[in-house]
């Protein structure tokens, strides 16, 4: 199971750091994600990088806020938040994929592994 935390309570525009570690190392999986759930709505893609050239991907809704980045000796992938906003206030989940999926970075159905969640509360 992947290990996130990382989470907590931060005014608006403050920053948090969330960090992923996968079981086994990353190089093994395709790509790693960052989800989130806020309550009453659905889970929704956050970020994702892959971890063979280093690709990375963001919703429109944290571009430009958010930073998803790994290190490979620690074995760890981070995400960085900025500019926290309170429609940012979810649980975040970390997740990877085993293998590629046609299905694109963006659908929670492509990951293969789940953390247990790591909650962010954005104060107004």
């Known amino acids: 199971q992947l290990q996130a935390s990382g989470g907590g309570l931060v005014q608006a525009g403050g920053s948090l750091r969330l960090s992923c570690a996968p079981p086994?190392?990353?190089?093994?999986?395709?790509?790693l994600a960052w989800f989130r759930q806020a309550p009453g709505k659905e889970r929704e893609f956050v970020a994702a990088i892959r971890l063979n050239g280093g690709s990375t991907h963001y919703s429109d809704s944290v571009k430009g806020r958010f930073t998803i980045s790994r290190d490979s000796a620690k074995n760890t992938v981070y995400l960085q938040m900025s500019s926290l906003k309170p429609e940012d206030t979810a649980v975040y989940y970390c997740?990877?994929?085993?293998?590629?999926?046609?299905?694109?970075?963006?659908?929670?159905?492509?990951?293969?592994?789940w953390g247990q969640g790591t909650e962010v509360t954005v104060s107004s």
């Open positions: 086994g190392r990353t190089f093994s999986y395709y790509a």
């Open positions: 997740a990877a994929q085993g293998t590629y999926y046609s299905g694109g970075y963006y659908n929670p159905l492509g990951y293969n592994y």
